[in-house]
Structure formats: C-alpha cells, structure tokens
C-alpha cells in the first residue's frame, strides 16, 4: 500500500464545476484518494503533509495536438518560405533519435511549464519522444509518423518502426501507443485502411491530420474528386477513436460527416488565426461535436502553452459566434477534461476525484495577474500565465516544484537542446538562410 501524500490550498478545483475552499487533496500512489475540509483531517499535520498555502490545485491540462520536437523551428516559416514544405521538411532530414530526444525535452519543459501534465503527440522517432516523457515524467500519448506518398521520410519501413514503437511501449505507465498517419494527401487510401484496421484491432486510438492546409485540399480534389474529410469518411477511417487535427480547411458537408462518424476534432487556435482558417468550433457545437484544443507546433505556434491556446480559442469561437458563445469554463472543461477522456479513450478523466490520476498544477493566487479574484475557474482561465504555475504533479509525483524541474537538468537541457538545434542548422545550411533573412 502506498504512502499517502496530503496537499493543503486555499482553493481546490475538482473540475469545471466543482471547487472546494480551504481544503486538502490526498493523494495515494497515483490516484487521488478524496478531498476534505482542512478541518476533517483526523490529525491537524499527519506524515506528508505539504501546506502549499494561498493556491490553487487544478486538474492539469491534455495538449491534444503536439508535435514537441518541432520548437526547432521557432520563428522561422512566416515569410516567403512555408512553414510547412519548406522550413520542417527542410531541416527533418537532418534529425536522429538523439536530436529527436534533446529536443522533444525542451518542448515538454514549455509545456510542463505552463501547465500541461498529458500530450497527444505525433511525430518521427517516436521512441526518442517517449524516453524524454520519462525522463522529465510527462504523460505521453505517442504516436509515430507514418507517410508514404511524399514527406521527409516514407515507405514500409516507417510503419514497420511504428508497429514496433507500439508494442515495445504497450505496457509503460505513462506512455501510450497511438497509431498516427500523417494525413490524407502523404498517405495512400490503401495503408490508411490498413492502418485504421491495425488501430481497432489492436484496440489503439488513431491521431491524424485531417484537412489541414489548402494543398492538401487540392491534391484531394485532384486526385479523389472529393474533400479530405469526404475522403476519409468515403474510406470507413473516421470513428469514435479517432483524433482528427485542425480540420479548417473543409467544403459544405464535411462537418456533418464528422458528426456522424463521432470523431474527435481538434481546433489548434493559434495555427488556425495565423492562418486566418479557423476551425469551425460554433457549428460543431451545433451538430453536438465533442471538439478538443492542441497547440499544433512552431511554423504555425511557437510554444506549447495550454493557457494561451484556452483564451486565443475562445476568442476565435466568440469573434464570430451568432450562437453557441463558449464561456472560460468550457474551454477548461476542454482542455483539463475533455481532451484527456478522448485521448486517452475513455481511460483517464481528466477530474481530481477519488480514484482518478493525480495529475494536477497548483496556481499562484497573490500575483498582479490573478488579483483580484472572483471567480476561480474563470482566472485561470482569463488570467494566469506560465509565472503563476507554481508546481506541477503527474503521477503523484513532483515533476515542477517552485517552477523548477525536479528531475531534470534545466540549463543542461536548454544547453543540449541549442546545440542539438545548431547541428541541424548547419547540416541542413539553414544557419546561412537564417543570417541571410530569409525568414523574416
């Protein structure tokens, strides 16, 4: 039998709608075991007790759409070159498992950093993403990229390395194996059947792009007759375990078949405003569409922060919402609940109630920007930024602790990251583009 782990704050957030003053969080292993009243507890300081004083414990937030390892290309891609073809498959080349790994690091320590216990993430050297979620203790819902049509790396091979990834990591405790097509323009029709069958049969959730960019689009057209989301529901790959990312580029119809088929999209703000082609939030809302929040990644984001993609989608939806206004308690519920149930299949809730993964944060109250407070939920939401998350638990575990890492190295990753970076600019001559302005 585990210890127990006792956590006192002013404030405790259970889930959107419930909230509890002056309480404390027990935590057993990795579960939460209850919540009670500071003056339920049997013995006023029992073992383990961590008074953690004018705070707030909330649920940690699910990035349902990450690629970690692409802050390589921070800044870089919002000119003449696209983000896309031609910056991240212009350096992907030059990537191994060991860059792959040094670079996946610094991205989890901006998301752990404000605020993210879980990622969704979908890229190549997938087994060197899992080993940075272990070594800093992230959660990580890993797939690896497969394409076969064009890309930076294609064929057999790339699905042989992913079937291997999936049953080298299906009995880790915090990393689980998705299966994860690129999308439907890099991938052909028969290996994405192919690949939906592998997903259900061996009962894996699928993560793929879906109607990401207007290219992907017209080869689509040009090639099916038929839009990507049109294509994929013609194809039988569009289920209830399925993560469609951005699906913004679309034509009448598509959003209804997505409906239909109960998959699960996920609208990346910050990409989609950049790209002036948001997702369509307010009328999957009135189809009654479960819809989820990513980050995406640089070219299109520069950073994995799950506060600023909460408020940059609610604004989004709002700015042209005639119905279906969301509120901040939704696009909380969202990104500490909804994404995490999806993503995880249903295993994870994404609640701080009894039984359920002690994945939580806690959040500085006596700051410029969380005072005055009225509404809790509401300020997290609206308010806090990466300075206010004080601490970070995955697990039950410490992993953040007074905004330091607490099992890794901070300055040696930053410091292996950059030189990670500098070897692949150099191979790839990127670092002359770079000095040259080509990206400005």
């Known amino acids: 039998m585990s210890s127990l782990q006792y956590f006192s704050a002013k404030y405790i957030v259970e889930d959107s709608t419930h909230l509890h003053k002056d309480s404390v969080l027990i935590v057993q292993g990795d579960l939460v075991k209850d919540i009670v009243h500071i003056e339920s507890l049997p013995e006023k300081k029992p073992k383990n007790f961590n008074e953690l004083g004018e705070v707030i414990i909330s649920p940690g937030f ?9 802050n390589s290309v921070k800044g870089l891609g919002y000119g003449s ?10 350096i992907e080349p030059a990537l191994d498992d060991d860059l792959v790994y040094k670079l996946s690091l ?36 890993i797939g690896h990229t497969i394409m076969t049509e064009y890309g930076p790396w294609t064929g057999n091979e790339q699905i042989s390395l992913a ?148 408020r940059t989608a609610l604004v989004l939806n709002n700015s042209v919402a005639k119905k279906n206004f969301i509120k901040p308690k939704e696009v909380f519920r969202k990104a500490s609940e909804e994404n995490i149930k999806r993503i995880s299949g249903g295993v994870f809730s994404g609640k701080l109630s009894k039984n359920q993964k002690a994945d939580f944060i806690t959040v500085l109250i006596n700051t410029p920007r969380m005072l005055p407070l009225h509404d809790v ?11 206010e998350i004080n601490d970070v638990y995955i697990d039950g575990k410490c992993v953040l602790k007074n905004s330091e890492f607490q099992q890794i190295d901070e300055q040696a990753v930053l410091e292996d990251g ?18 040259e302005g080509d990206f400005l």
Request: charged letters at 20%; a negative charge; aromatic letters at 8%.
């Open 106 to 141: 610094l991205g989890m320590m901006d998301a752990i950093s404000s605020g993210t216990t879980s990622i969704n993430d979908h890229y190549f050297f997938a087994d060197s993403v899992a080993k940075a979620c272990e070594t800093i203790g992230m959660r990580g819902f």
């Open 163 to 310: 079937k291997s990834f999936n049953n080298n990591w299906k009995n880790s405790k915090t990393v689980h194996p998705i299966v994860a097509p690129h999308e439907t323009s890099t991938v052909s029709p028969k290996v994405l059947k192919e690949l939906s069958n592998y997903a259900l049969e061996n009962d894996l959730l699928t993560h793929i792009h879906l109607a990401q960019t207007q290219k992907e689009m017209e080869y689509i057209k040009s090639n099916f007759k038929t839009s990507p989301i049109k294509h994929a529901y013609n194809l039988g790959i569009l289920n209830e375990k399925v993560i469609a990312a951005h699906c913004n580029v679309i034509e009448d119809g598509d959003l209804e078949l997505l409906a239909e088929s109960k998959a699960f999209p996920v609208f990346c703000p910050t990409t989609h405003g950049i790209a002036g082609k948001p997702m369509n939030t307010n009328f999957l809302s009135e189809l009654n569409v479960d819809w989820g929040i990513g980050t995406d990644c640089s070219g299109g984001n520069d950073d994995y922060d799950m506060l600023e993609e909460m």
């Open 377 to 387: 939920v509401n300020n997290i939401v609206m308010c806090a930024s990466s300075k």
């Open 81 to 90: 070159a696209s983000a896309l073809y031609d910056v991240m498959w212009g």
């Open 418 to 435: 950059m030189n990670a970076l500098n070897k692949i600019f150099v191979k790839t001559g990127f670092d002359k583009k770079i000095s």
């Open 62 to 70: 699910t990035n349902a759409h990450s690629h970690v390892a692409l």
